[in-house]
C-alpha cells in the first residue's frame, strides 16, 4: 500500500516520496528541511519543556493572546475550553451589567453619566469576547485544513451554525500547517494602533444598538397596561361615580321645582373621591363635572352604540404621560362611558377613538382605558369608559361638546358589499 502525506501548501494528498506537488507545485523538500532545521535549533537553544495541559485557564490565556490572530490554528480542546470561558464570561456580564443597561437608555433626553459609562464598559466587554471568538473559529478551521471562509456559512438560516458546529468538532489534520504564517518578530496585539482602532469602533456600534433597544424598552414598559386587574378597577370606579351621580340627581329633583329640570343632566361638580385611576396611576382631582348623554346609533348591522355619560376632571396638578418623543404633560382628562350591543359579529374598537372639544384640542384614547372592545359575537353586550388626557384644561366648564369618531367593521366574502365597514361620529353637547 502506498503511503501518502499532505502538501504543505495547498494541503492535497500527495505520495509520501513527492518531492514537488502535483498539484501546486510547491517543492516539499525545502520546507521538510525547513522544518527539520527549526526543529533543531528548538532543541539545542533551550531545554524542552513538556506542553501545558489544555485546560479552561490555558485556553483563556491563549484566546486573549491571540484576540486578533487569524493566520495560525488552534486545537480542538483548546478552542471548546475557551467557548465555555467566552460562554460563562458573557453571562456574567449580561447578569452584572447588561441587565442594567438594558433596561434604560443612556442617551434619552438628557446623558445620564452612570449609564453612559456602564455601557460602553458593557459594549467593550462584549466586542472583545466576540472578536476573540470569531478569530478562534477562524484558527479551528485551519487546524481541520479549511479555510476561514467556511465561516460564510453561518449565516444560512438553521443549517448554517449546524455545519460550523460540525467542522469545529473535527480532529486535527497535518495539511492545516499550510496556515501557519509567523512574523520574524511577532508583535502583541496590545501594541498594534489599529487593533485598538477596531475595538472602539466595535463598542460604540454595539453601545448604539444597545441604546436602541433600550430606548424601545422604555417606550413600550411605559405604554404597556401591565395587569387586567387594573381594568376591573377602572370599571369598578365608573359604577360607583354613576352611583354617586343618581344619589345627587334623586335629591335634587325631590327638593328642586320643574323649573330646575336642566340640572337633571348634570351633577353637583364636588365629588366624594379626590383621585382616579387610569391604568395603574392615580391622579388627584381638583374639580370635576358629570353629563348624562342620551346618545344612540343602530344603524348598522342591527348592533347599537350608546354614551350614557361623560365626566370632565380638572386634576390637581400638571400629570406627564407617554415617554420618549411621546412624552406629554396634561391637567384635564374627559372620561366617556360608552355601552355596546352586537347585532351580529363584528370587531369594533371605540378604545382607538379620536376626541376633539370645542376648544380645539384633538386628543387619542388613552391605552389604559376599560378592555371591553375589539372582536364581539352576535347578541354580546358589553361596556366600559374611555379615557382622554386633555393638555389644556382651566375650568371643568370649559368644554362645552365633544366629538367623538371610531371604527367598526365585520368579515363577509361579498365583495359587492359596502356596508363591512363603518366610522362612527358622534357629536355631544354637554349641558
Known amino acids: 500500500m502506498n503511503e501518502t502525506k499532505f502538501c504543505i501548501n495547498c494541503g492535497k494528498e500527495i505520495p509520501e516520496n513527492a518531492t514537488f506537488c502535483s498539484f501546486c507545485g510547491a517543492d516539499q523538500k525545502t520546507a521538510a528541511t525547513a522544518e527539520t532545521q527549526t526543529d533543531g535549533n528548538t532543541t539545542t537553544g533551550k531545554q524542552s519543556t513538556p506542553p501545558e495541559h489544555d485546560n479552561m485557564w490555558t485556553a483563556l490565556k491563549l484566546g486573549m493572546k491571540q484576540t486578533f490572530t487569524w493566520s495560525q490554528r488552534i486545537t480542538r480542546p483548546q478552542y471548546w475550553w475557551l467557548y465555555l470561558d467566552l460562554m460563562l464570561i458573557a453571562l456574567i456580564l449580561t447578569f452584572t451589567l447588561g441587565l442594567k443597561v438594558y433596561s434604560f437608555p443612556a442617551f434619552a433626553a438628557h446623558v445620564n453619566v452612570l449609564q453612559a459609562v456602564l455601557l460602553l464598559i458593557y459594549s467593550a466587554l462584549m466586542c472583545w469576547i466576540s472578536v476573540m471568538q470569531f478569530t478562534a473559529g477562524a484558527r479551528r478551521l485551519h487546524d481541520s485544513n479549511r479555510s476561514a471562509h467556511y465561516?460564510?456559512?453561518?449565516?444560512?438560516?438553521?443549517?448554517?451554525?449546524?455545519?460550523?458546529?460540525?467542522?469545529?468538532?473535527?480532529?486535527?489534520?497535518?495539511?492545516?500547517?499550510?496556515?501557519?504564517?509567523?512574523?520574524?518578530?511577532?508583535?502583541?496585539?496590545?501594541?498594534?494602533?489599529?487593533?485598538?482602532?477596531?475595538?472602539?469602533?466595535?463598542?460604540?456600534?454595539?453601545?448604539?444598538?444597545?441604546?436602541?433597544?433600550?430606548?424601545?424598552?422604555?417606550?413600550d414598559s411605559a405604554l404597556t397596561t401591565t395587569s387586567n386587574s387594573d381594568s376591573t378597577s377602572d370599571s369598578d370606579d365608573s359604577y360607583a361615580d354613576s352611583d354617586s351621580y343618581d344619589d345627587s340627581d334623586s335629591d335634587s329633583t325631590d327638593t328642586d321645582s320643574d323649573t330646575d329640570s336642566d340640572t337633571d343632566s348634570e351633577s353637583d361638580s364636588s365629588s366624594d373621591t379626590d383621585s382616579i385611576t387610569v391604568g395603574d396611576d392615580d391622579i388627584d382631582i381638583s374639580d370635576q363635572k358629570t353629563y348624562n348623554t342620551s346618545y344612540s346609533d343602530s344603524s348598522w348591522t342591527g348592533s347599537t352604540f350608546k354614551i350614557d355619560k361623560v365626566t370632565v376632571y380638572k386634576t390637581d396638578g400638571a400629570y406627564t404621560i407617554g415617554s420618549?418623543?411621546?412624552?406629554?404633560?396634561?391637567?384635564?382628562?374627559?372620561?366617556?362611558?360608552?355601552?355596546?350591543?352586537?347585532?351580529?359579529?363584528?370587531?369594533?374598537?371605540?378604545?382607538?377613538?379620536?376626541?376633539?372639544?370645542?376648544?380645539?384640542?384633538?386628543?387619542?384614547?388613552?391605552?389604559?382605558?376599560?378592555?371591553?372592545?375589539?372582536?364581539?359575537?352576535?347578541?354580546?353586550?358589553?361596556?366600559?369608559?374611555?379615557?382622554?388626557?386633555?393638555?389644556?384644561?382651566?375650568s371643568v366648564k370649559d368644554i362645552t361638546s365633544i366629538r367623538l369618531k371610531w371604527d367598526a367593521s365585520y368579515d363577509t366574502d361579498d365583495y359587492d358589499d359596502d356596508n363591512d365597514f363603518k366610522t362612527y361620529d358622534a357629536t355631544l353637547n354637554l349641558n
Not at 451554525?161 to 460540525?166: E, H, R
Not at 508583535?187 to 487593533?195: A, E, G, I, L
Not at 358589553?382 to 384644561?393: C, V
Open 324 to 394: 420618549g418623543s411621546d412624552k406629554r404633560d396634561f391637567n384635564g382628562v374627559v372620561k366617556v362611558h360608552m355601552s355596546i350591543h352586537a347585532g351580529r359579529d363584528i370587531s369594533a374598537y371605540p378604545t382607538q377613538a379620536k376626541l376633539s372639544t370645542n376648544d380645539g384640542q384633538q386628543v387619542d384614547a388613552d391605552m389604559d382605558s376599560d378592555d371591553f372592545d375589539g372582536d364581539l359575537n352576535s347578541g354580546t353586550d358589553t361596556d366600559g369608559n374611555l379615557y382622554f388626557e386633555l393638555s389644556k384644561l382651566s
Open 151 to 219: 465561516l460564510w456559512f453561518s449565516l444560512i438560516p438553521i443549517v448554517g451554525p449546524i455545519l460550523i458546529i460540525v467542522f469545529m468538532c473535527q480532529r486535527s489534520k497535518p495539511a492545516g500547517e499550510r496556515f501557519d504564517r509567523f512574523a520574524s518578530q511577532p508583535k502583541p496585539w496590545t501594541h498594534k494602533w489599529w487593533t485598538w482602532c477596531l475595538l472602539v469602533l466595535f463598542t460604540l456600534l454595539y453601545a448604539g444598538s444597545v441604546n436602541i433597544i433600550a430606548r424601545d424598552n422604555a417606550v
